[in-house]
T-cell receptor, first 113, second 116 residues
Framework: GNSVTQMEGPVTLSEEAFLTINCTYT??????LFWYVQYPGEGLQLLLK?????DKGSNKGFEATYRKETTSFHLEKGSVQVSDSAVYFC????????????FGKGTKLTVNP | EAGVAQSPRYKIIEKRQSVAFWCNPI?????LYWYQQILGQGPKLLIQ????????DSQLPKDRFSAERLKGVDSTLKIQPAKLEDSAVYLC??????????????FGPGTRLTVT
């Protein structure tokens, strides 16, 4: 089946620290990969995406590279800010199927000043 | 452009009662999704509509959950009777059809349901 595994949180960092949140996937087809972010009290927002192997998605200083050989899509940011505190979800969507998103369990990030 | 609207934002009910949630997708979006997000887990798809037809309802507990999308716009998700394990945030999302411009899912703020 299709599934996403994220590193377990919570993750607590100091401002300006380097962030990595690991994400690996299992897919029966050829997936597109996504990172969504959920700020406190708000809905899910698309952070970045990649649709094919070796693509790099980037947004707001966050990056993730679609690695087919390791079935991974790790999220990174070089210098986190307090405002990055949120829950981050890795997700996949099988192209040509029902187009539904399959999410990981989420990783809560807290950034302290 | 207005986002996905959901109501109510919060609901508390007792087990065995019924409840209904409403979703208004982004104008022009043909596809509408209902997800269930239990605390500490990622969202799980309950049902997907394309226009007013069901595309995927394989994970919808049909003995107690029902959903409709009359006229292919607004949608209602109903639970009857509710169980304690139904406590969750219910998210609605919408997207355009594949190949139609920026084909991404946009999420509403969710309805937080507490069953006591």
């Amino acid at each position: 089946g299709n599934s996403v595994t994220q590193m377990e949180g919570p993750v607590t960092l100091s401002e300006e620290a380097f962030l990595t949140i690991n994400c690996t996937y299992t897919a029966t087809g050829y997936p597109s990969l996504f990172w969504y972010v959920q700020y406190p009290g708000e809905g899910l927002q698309l952070l970045l995406k990649a649709t094919k192997a070796d693509d790099k998605g980037s947004n707001k200083g966050f990056e993730a590279t679609y690695r087919k050989e390791t079935t991974s899509f790790h999220l990174e940011k070089g210098s986190v800010q307090v405002s990055d505190s949120a829950v981050y979800f890795c997700a996949l969507r099988i192209q040509g199927g029902s187009e539904k998103l399959v999410f990981g369990k989420g990783t809560k990030l807290t950034v302290n000043p | 452009e207005a986002g996905v609207a959901q109501s109510p934002r919060y609901k508390i009910i007792e087990k065995r009662q019924s409840v209904a949630f409403w979703c208004n997708p982004i104008s022009g979006h043909a596809t509408l999704y209902w997800y269930q997000q239990i605390l500490g887990q990622g969202p799980k798809l309950l049902i997907q509509f394309q226009n007013n037809g069901v595309v995927d309802d394989s994970q919808l507990p049909k003995d107690r959950f029902s959903a409709e999308r009359l006229k292919g716009v607004d949608s209602t998700l109903k639970i009857q009777p509710a169980k304690l394990e139904d406590s969750a945030v219910y998210l609605c999302a919408s997207s355009s059809l594949p190949g139609q411009g920026l084909y991404e899912q946009y999420f509403g703020p969710g309805t937080r349901l507490t069953v006591t």
